[in-house]
């Protein structure tokens, strides 16, 4: 993580043209972002944000470089895009690697040019745009099921950051927790000191499928419902079905030494999507709650590995 924040000085000193965050869903890839923005010479024009997994491939194009007014049926009257409202700051694409296949040419050219045209329009508009896209999608495999351009990816590959989750970096949780603690503690007036022994060895020992995303939402339910000054039941922190309980779950047994077997990364996480399914006894809401995934990432997950039941 010392890695990754080093980059994240250097990038913030330079006059870069874009970047890509890439981590897994939850490890904080939107706030890293917003912090390179804050960081450099554009903090103070505009930070604009866009997530291309949660508009219809049909409306993104529109969302991204405007339109004129009568340029399709439901326009009344001329839309900016988000280009020009990020005009001299950062243009942030989350969840580059849900964008329409066709866009992304669209994309790349008006990234290279600083130019584009809005839908119906016929005069180009220039731009100074920062872009920092993130994704949580392996892009490389993307390129080569011909999902995202190659030219694309190059272009926005020239700075890459990676993110660690935080079952790699289990060291930070203290610190995390202690940081989450205080700010919770100010913001619903109550006077705690932090975490007992019982309920830091939970927070320690926990996998956290949904990163640093889940583990402030555990922290929080940690902080408003203990009575004392000291959170130390891991019952509070960890209610039932709040949590793929233990190894057992997702179907994989031990090895002698009682450690999880090496497996292939995408056999583990169809193992761990099938666990919070049959967790949430089906409910596709509830289990990307469990893993800290948004709903239309879930989705496309359960189609990939065609996992149809909880069973």
């Given at each position: 993580?010392l890695?990754?924040?080093?980059?994240v000085?250097?990038v913030?000193?330079?006059?870069?043209?874009?970047?890509?965050?890439?981590?897994?869903?939850g490890?904080?890839?939107?706030?890293?972002a917003?912090?390179?923005?804050?960081?450099?010479?554009?903090s103070?024009k505009?930070?604009?944000?866009v997530?291309?997994?949660a508009?219809?491939?049909n409306?993104?194009?529109?969302?991204?470089?405007?339109?004129?007014?009568?340029?399709?049926?439901?326009?009344?009257?001329?839309?900016?895009?988000?280009?020009?409202?990020?005009?001299?700051?950062?243009?942030?694409?989350?969840?580059?690697?849900?964008?329409?296949?066709?866009?992304?040419?669209?994309?790349?050219?008006?990234?290279?040019?600083?130019?584009?045209?809005?839908?119906?329009?016929?005069?180009?508009?220039?731009?100074?745009?920062?872009?920092?896209?993130?994704?949580?999608?392996?892009?490389?495999?993307l390129?080569?099921?011909?999902?995202?351009?190659?030219?694309?990816?190059?272009?926005?590959?020239v700075?890459?950051?990676d993110?660690?989750?935080?079952?790699?970096?289990?060291?930070?949780?203290?610190?995390?927790?202690?940081?989450?603690?205080?700010?919770?503690?100010?913001?619903?007036?109550?006077?705690?000191?932090?975490f007992?022994?019982?309920?830091?060895?939970?927070?320690?020992?926990?996998?956290?499928?949904?990163?640093?995303r889940?583990?402030?939402?555990?922290?929080?339910?940690?902080?408003?419902?203990?009575k004392g000054?000291?959170?130390?039941?891991?019952?509070?922190l960890?209610?039932?079905?709040?949590?793929?309980?233990?190894p057992?779950?997702?179907?994989v047994?031990?090895?002698s030494?009682?450690e999880l077997?090496?497996?292939?990364?995408?056999?583990?996480?169809?193992?761990?999507?099938?666990?919070?399914?049959?967790?949430?006894?089906?409910?596709?809401n509830?289990?990307?709650?469990i893993?800290?995934?948004?709903?239309?990432?879930?989705?496309?997950?359960l189609?990939e590995y065609k996992?149809?039941?909880?069973?």
């Amino acid at each position: 993580m010392l890695k990754t924040l080093d980059m994240v000085k250097l990038v913030s000193g330079s006059d870069f043209s874009c970047l890509m965050i890439k981590g897994e869903s939850g490890t904080g890839k939107g706030l890293l972002a917003r912090t390179i923005h804050k960081m450099g010479n554009r903090s103070e024009k505009p930070f604009v944000e866009v997530n291309c997994s949660a508009i219809p491939a049909n409306l993104i194009e529109s969302e991204l470089f405007g339109h004129k007014k009568g340029a399709f049926t439901d326009a009344k009257e001329e839309k900016l895009g988000l280009f020009e409202m990020a005009d001299g700051g950062t243009l942030f694409l989350d969840e580059i690697g849900d964008m329409d296949f066709n866009l992304q040419a669209k994309l790349l050219k008006a990234m290279e040019e600083q130019k584009f045209r809005r839908i119906g329009g016929t005069a180009d508009i220039s731009v100074n745009v920062a872009i920092i896209a993130a994704t949580n999608q392996n892009v490389e495999k993307l390129v080569q099921e011909n999902k995202f351009r190659l030219d694309l990816y190059y272009r926005l590959n020239v700075i890459p950051i990676d993110i660690p989750p935080l079952r790699e970096r289990s060291e930070d949780i203290p610190a995390l927790a202690d940081h989450f603690l205080r700010a919770f503690a100010r913001k619903f007036g109550k006077s705690l000191k932090g975490f007992g022994e019982n309920a830091m060895q939970e927070l320690l020992a926990y996998s956290w499928p949904g990163n640093v995303r889940e583990f402030r939402n555990v922290v929080e339910r940690g902080c408003i419902l203990t009575k004392g000054d000291l959170i130390d039941d891991p019952g509070i922190l960890f209610p039932s079905g709040s949590r793929i309980q233990s190894p057992a779950a997702t179907g994989v047994m031990l090895n002698s030494q009682g450690e999880l077997p090496a497996m292939p990364l995408a056999k583990a996480e169809e193992m761990v999507i099938r666990a919070a399914m049959r967790e949430a006894k089906g409910n596709k809401n509830k289990a990307a709650s469990i893993l800290g995934l948004h709903r239309t990432t879930l989705y496309k997950k359960l189609e990939e590995y065609k996992i149809l039941d909880p069973a």
